[in-house]
C-alpha cells in the first residue's frame, strides 16, 4: 500500500496554519530506540504514542522490525487492521518524512534523537513515521483524533489486547506482565463539561492537574506503564508529552481513582 500524498489534518486543533515540509537528514534510527523518543505534538493521539512508547521500552526490537528503509528515502511500515469480528489484516504502508510543520517545528509527533558525527547530521523519524502510517491507514490525522490503546497496540503488534478495568487490575498480574515485556498503557477519566458546568466525574481527585493542587495528571489522556512494584502497591506512569513532563508514581488506590481503563498487549505470540 503506497500512500506517500499529504493526508487531510483541517480537524486537528490549533493546527491552522501549518504546512507539509520535508525533514532533512532523516533516518528511521539513531541511537536506539527509546520510549524518550517519543514526544507529542498537536495531535490528539496520545493512545497511539503512549502505545508506541511502551513498546519501545519492553520491546524495541519489535518497532525496528516493522519499519524497513526504501532505497528512494520512504519508508515501508507493517501494521495491522482491525476489521469484522476482530480480525487484523497485515498492511505495508509507505509514507515519507514529509509531514505538517508549523512554527519552524514538527505540528504533531517530534522527531527523537538528532546527532552529528563522521557521517553527518542524523534526525531520529521512527515515531514520526509510526504515526503517520497509522494515520495513512485509517485515512487522514483526522481519523486518529481520539481512541483506545489497546485498539492501537493490536494494530501495531497483530496480537489481540486485554482492557482491563482499574479497580479489577491486580498489581501482581501487572507486574508480571510488565516483566514478561507486554506494552502496557492506561487512559485516565474524563473531564464532563456543558460551557461553564463541570458535572461530577470523578476528576475532582488532586492528582488531577485541572484542581491546582499539586496534581500532574491530565483528565481525558493517556499515558503508559514503565513499572509496577506489586509489594508496594504503587504504578509508575509517564506522559507521551516528552520525557521532560517527569514521572507519575501513583498508589494502588489514587490509580483506581483517576484511571478509566487499562490496556495490555503481549507484542509477541504467546
Not at 501495531?156 to 510488565?178: I, N, R, V
Amino acid at each position: 500500500m503506497s500512500a506517500n500524498n499529504d493526508l487531510k489534518f483541517n480537524k486537528v486543533p490549533n493546527s491552522t496554519g501549518a504546512k507539509y515540509t520535508d525533514i532533512k537528514d532523516h533516518k528511521a534510527f539513531v541511537d536506539g530506540i527509546h520510549p524518550d523518543d517519543v514526544d507529542q505534538g498537536l495531535l490528539g493521539d496520545c493512545y497511539f504514542l503512549s502505545s508506541i512508547a511502551s513498546i519501545a521500552q519492553h520491546r524495541p526490537q519489535h518497532i525496528k522490525s516493522i519499519i524497513r528503509t526504501k532505497d528512494n528515502s520512504t519508508y515501508d511500515v507493517k501494521l495491522f487492521k482491525q476489521g469484522w469480528f476482530g480480525s487484523l489484516t497485515p498492511q505495508t504502508i509507505n509514507v515519507s518524512a514529509r509531514v505538517p510543520f508549523k512554527d519552524g517545528k514538527e505540528a504533531f509527533t517530534r522527531v527523537g534523537d538528532i546527532i552529528e558525527d563522521r557521517f553527518g547530521r542524523q534526525v531520529e523519524v521512527w515515531p514520526i513515521i509510526l504515526e503517520k502510517a497509522y494515520a495513512t491507514m485509517l485515512g487522514s490525522y483526522n481519523k486518529i483524533i481520539g481512541g483506545w490503546p489497546h485498539n492501537a497496540m493490536e494494530s501495531l503488534t497483530g496480537q489481540k489486547s486485554e482492557a482491563l478495568w482499574p479497580s479489577q487490575a491486580d498489581f501482581g498480574q501487572l507486574q508480571q506482565m510488565k516483566e514478561d515485556g507486554y506494552a502496557m498503557a492506561c487512559y485516565t477519566r474524563t473531564d464532563f463539561k456543558l460551557g461553564s458546568i463541570d458535572f461530577p466525574d470523578r476528576t475532582g481527585h488532586p492528582r488531577f492537574a485541572k484542581n491546582k493542587q499539586g496534581g500532574e495528571l491530565v483528565a481525558g489522556h493517556a499515558y503508559f506503564i514503565v513499572d509496577v512494584d506489586a509489594s508496594a502497591k504503587k504504578i509508575t506512569l509517564r506522559n507521551p508529552w516528552g520525557w521532560h513532563t517527569g514521572e507519575s508514581i501513583l498508589t494502588q488506590q489514587e490509580f483506581v481513582d483517576t484511571m478509566r481503563g487499562v490496556s495490555v498487549n503481549p507484542i509477541i505470540a504467546r
